[in-house]
């Protein structure tokens, strides 16, 4: 059997699949785009609370909803965190993405927090401490709800830890909504938020962004803020996050990486803004990231 490709086939073929794609995302939505977060990303997020338009507390308390409405079928947070996240909301907001709310992994120490690592044996962990990248989260001015579910440890490429179980993909729940950020990748794609913590030693960010149609960038080892020391075998892990536009993940990474003396690479957070500046000039109908997936 021979086959014979040309490219004019190869570019009308495409063009169907697109077609198609976009025609089958748009169903049932498991978000109610009537609400403070609407179908906006992160970004839009935080310049509408900037702008007087919503506030923190609306744009939390619509996530939580949202929340609330589709975690029991999907299974994809381990604890939460209301209390500390409406004390956050009730106060003064600063940071380039203030007010947006969020998940964080359940492999990040975030103080105070339950930090189970997926796994049984650490079912009453909880951190003493707060990780130099939480920290860097925190004065983001992102609003942290709960942690999002991940594999014992964040050792395989789906999430379906015997700690919490199985953590569904909300475009089909029988399909595996990869991992081992797979908690984050489906609260995101879900549309319960725009955007979420996530890390990647060998494609946690990377393959359950591919499982649920979302953005997934691993950045470069050394540059975020609290790695070791660039070339450390042992530092095999970078933290990110899953997102759904290309802006969001450009402003969560220039808001975690480092900066000053003994970096490891040159900062490149002008992407922000150049990306912000595109997609205000280029998206003037719905956005891609206003597809939703479909619930069965």
Known sequence: MSFTFSRRALIANTAALGALAAGCATPASTADSSDALGNADGVAIAARIRAGEITAREALEAAIARSERVNGQLNF???TAYDEARAKAAAPQSGPLAGVPTLIKDLMEWEGQPL????????QNVAS??????????????????????????????TEPIFGGVTRNPWNPNHSS?????GAAV???????????ASDGGGSIRI??????LVGLKPSRGRNIGSRQNGDASDISVNGCVSISVRD?????????QTGEGRAHDPIDLLQGLIAAACA???RSTPPWALRPILR
């Open 281 to 283: 000039s280029s998206l």
């Open 178 to 182: 990869g991992g081992s950020s797979g």
């Open 249 to 257: 993940t450009a402003a969560w990474q220039a808001a975690t990486e």
């Open 208 to 213: 359950p962004a591919s499982c649920n149609g």
């Open 187 to 197: 609260a995101v794609a879900a549309r319960v938020i725009p955007v979420a913590h």
């Open 129 to 158: 401490r707060q990780a130099p990248y939480m920290a860097a989260l925190v004065a983001s001015g992102l609003n942290p709800f709960g942690k999002s579910t991940t594999p014992e440890f964040g050792f395989t490429a789906t």
């Open 77 to 79: 947070i381990t604890s």
């Open 116 to 123: 189970a690592y997926g796994s049984r044996a650490f079912a």
